[in-house]
């Protein structure tokens, strides 16, 4: 039983974390080799859960780029006092890198900030007194890079649709979300979009709409739902609380609600991490009884005749028919 407690304790939740998900003390140096299983090279960032932010990250040439951020407990759903060590590596093809952790002060590993357009944000409370919070103004609230520019709600931290339509735009390197402040969907249920198409200025858009409801009593199974009726309820997120984590390697976003804890990450480095908006969702079932919690994405996304449906574990899934009373 304690092989099994321990086996289901190391199995990481996302693809780049490491293995253990224990703490690493850091009071003498800690060698980290990290292996790449893709038979191409790539760059990649690495997450490492530390006791001290005074740390810097040695790589074969060196000190390398690191950044220091309040460590998310997935579990309980709130920031912690321990913090998350993030620094960028290229894996070559197959093969072992390795690098050192040592206590230590440098300019090369930087502390994160916390944005927000909140006046009072009760994460704070959680967080560790080295983190710097700063209020911002709503039209401030976007994450951004070199290669992306994300705005977002100020309200949720959500991509807000506009009445419209919602663009990402990719304009010669550069891309932006754009979106409406006075959207009436604010009001109920919450939705993100983003539209693609190919204009004669080279603009892409990808359309890929995200909408939260919920049914009450009903009676369910992984994957499959038997609704007793066809109402759905709409999601508020009004005490939703939303903030950005800001530092050189990649900003994050975010937000915090009853049910919903949602994480949308931008990275600035370089391949085609640089490109990508990152979007992590967690569903808080906890405090949801006799309820089952939707959401529901469309796109008009061409697959080359290809359909793939993937769980969070990255499982293949059955194709399965649509009930037309959950549209």
């Known amino acids: 039983l304690d092989f099994l407690n321990n086996f289901q304790d190391n199995i990481p939740l996302v693809y780049n974390e490491s293995s253990s998900k224990k703490m690493v003390i850091v009071e003498q140096p800690k060698t980290i080799l990290i292996y790449n299983n893709q038979p191409h090279g790539r760059m990649e960032l690495i997450e490492l859960q530390i006791s001290d932010p005074n740390v810097i990250v040695i790589?074969?040439?060196?000190?390398?780029?690191?950044?220091?951020?309040?460590?998310?407990?997935t579990v309980s759903g709130k920031l912690t006092k321990s913090y998350l060590l993030v620094?960028?590596?290229h894996l070559k093809a197959l093969s072992f890198v390795h690098f050192t952790i040592q206590k230590n002060h440098a300019a090369t590993t930087e502390i994160t900030q916390i944005l927000t357009p909140l006046k009072s944000l009760r994460m704070t409370k959680y967080i560790s007194s080295n983190f710097h919070v700063k209020t911002i103004s709503k039209n401030e609230f976007f994450l951004q890079t070199q290669r992306i520019l994300v705005e977002l709600n100020p309200k949720n931290g959500l991509l807000e649709v506009p009445p419209t339509e919602t663009l990402l735009r990719l304009l010669l390197g550069s891309a932006k979300v754009v979106f409406n402040k006075d959207s009436p969907s604010l009001k109920g249920i919450e939705t993100a979009a983003i539209y693609t198409n190919v204009e004669t200025d080279g603009t892409k858009r990808l359309r890929c709409k995200q909408e939260f409801s919920y049914y009450k009593s009903i009676f369910s199974g992984a994957y499959i739902m038997a609704l007793q009726d066809?109402?759905?309820?709409k999601l508020k997120m009004t005490e939703?609380?939303?903030?950005?984590?800001?530092?050189?390697?990649?900003?994050?976003?975010?937000?915090?609600?009853?049910?919903?804890?949602?994480r949308l990450s931008v990275n600035n480095i370089s391949g085609a991490e640089e490109n990508r908006l990152h979007m992590q969702l967690r569903i808080d079932i906890r405090k949801m009884s006799d309820a089952e919690l939707v959401t529901k994405f469309a796109t008009d996304m061409i697959a080359d005749d290809v359909e793939y449906y993937t769980d969070s574990n990255g499982l293949q899934v059955s194709f399965y028919y649509v009930n037309n009373s959950l549209i």
């Open 240 to 262: 939703a609380e939303t903030f950005i984590v800001s530092g050189p390697l990649r900003q994050i976003a975010y937000t915090s609600s009853r049910f919903v804890k949602q």
């Open 87 to 89: 620094f960028s590596a």
């Open 230 to 233: 066809a109402e759905v309820i």
């Open 59 to 73: 790589g074969t040439n060196g000190p390398i780029q690191a950044q220091i951020e309040p460590y998310f407990d």
